[in-house]
């Protein structure tokens, strides 16, 4: 994959401007930088939760499967930002996609059916799950408004829209794991 950082800082960006792999130099603010950068926020995000889930599996167990599960997502992830910064590198397949499903199928069984509106919470976990979950939405949407003005691969657009289905199917899991509450979503009382 292309070639790697020697400095850290070249003040090629210091007007506002960054570079692309092509050489093409664009604002900050451009659809692909903007997608690139929610990309990497999800992956730190990601990364965050998996760290806690680490900590948290030597006394529960049952979350090593959403470690190894969650684990290639992150660099997934990171193939993803690479296409969305040299868009012929291209390695994510819908075979990715598909061990996603997979997950999510499996997940779901264990869980059944949702049978209330859930909140973000119960656990610092399942927050962070959610978080993540979040994050891999709105990394989709940047990816979408990019797609209308350049398009994408169908692979990038699927796999974060399937990748957030699993953030939400894993915050639901892990707190089964953990055995705590979901957190039940209250409509507002009517007076």
Not at 9 to 14: A, H, L, Q, S, V
Not at 65 to 90: K, N, S, W
Not at 151 to 175: H, M, Q, T
Request: with cysteine; hydrophobic share 40%; aromatic share 4%.
């Amino acid at each position: 994959m292309g070639n790697r950082l020697s400095r850290i800082y070249t003040r090629t960006g210091d007007k506002g401007e960054t570079g692309l792999s092509s050489g093409r130099r664009v604002p900050k603010d451009h659809p692909r930088i903007e997608a690139i950068g929610e990309v990497d926020t999800l992956n730190s995000q990601l990364g965050l939760l998996l760290a806690e889930l680490a900590e948290s599996a030597q006394s529960c167990p049952g979350l090593n499967e959403v470690i190894g599960t969650l684990t290639p997502c992150q660099h997934r992830l990171f193939d993803l930002g690479g296409e969305l910064a040299m868009p012929e590198y291209q390695v994510l397949d819908m075979q990715e996609i598909g061990r996603l499903e997979v997950a999510i199928d499996l997940w779901n069984e264990e869980l059944g059916p949702l049978k209330n509106f859930i909140l973000p919470g119960g656990s610092r976990l399942v927050a962070q799950a959610h978080i993540c979950r979040s994050f891999a939405r709105s990394a989709e949407r940047r990816t979408q408004a990019l797609n209308g003005e350049e398009p994408l691969r169908e692979e990038l657009l699927a796999y974060l829209n399937r990748l957030s289905d699993l953030l939400f199917v894993a915050a639901r899991l892990i707190a089964r794991r953990q055995g705590v509450d979901e957190v039940l979503w209250q409509a507002a009382k009517k007076e």
